[in-house]
Nanobody, 117 residues
Framework: QVQLVESGGGLVQPGGSLRLSCAASRSIFSIYAMGWYRQAPGKQRELVAHITSDGSTNYADSVKGRFTISTDNAKNTVYLQMNNLKPEDTAVYYC???????????WGQGTQVTVSS
């Protein structure tokens, strides 16, 4: 498995921006797909954004046009740029690493994002 450490969460006003970072313990982006999930209180965990090893991305409908997932291979880091944040974006955000070969999905510890005035 891969160790993942998220950072960048916090409190932001509606309409604001945050960038989440997820540092992987080793170079994996060529053999893993990376994702960001979130879980709000009382709700199921949901996939927010996903990027494959060849750079293809997809997003939940609720964040399309506002969130962008990207990777920095030199830093072994995946980012989630979140713009025009809304109160309904409030959740704990988790980074994941999904190996292309059969294997377990790795999760980070999560980082809290709170959107409130």
């Amino acid at each position: 498995q891969v160790q993942l450490v998220e950072s960048g969460g916090g409190l932001v006003q509606p309409g604001g921006s945050l960038r989440l970072s997820c540092a992987a313990s080793r170079s994996i982006f060529s053999i893993y797909a990376m994702g960001w999930y979130r879980q709000a209180p009382g709700k199921q965990r949901e996939l927010v954004a996903h990027i494959t090893s060849d750079g293809s991305t997809n997003y939940a409908d609720s964040v399309k046009g506002r969130f962008t997932i990207s990777t920095d291979n030199a830093k072994n880091t995946v980012y989630l740029q979140m713009n025009n944040l809304k109160p309904e974006d409030t959740a704990v955000y988790y980074c994941t690493a999904d190996p292309i070969a059969p294997g377990p999905l790795s999760w980070g510890q999560g980082t809290q994002v709170t959107v409130s005035s």
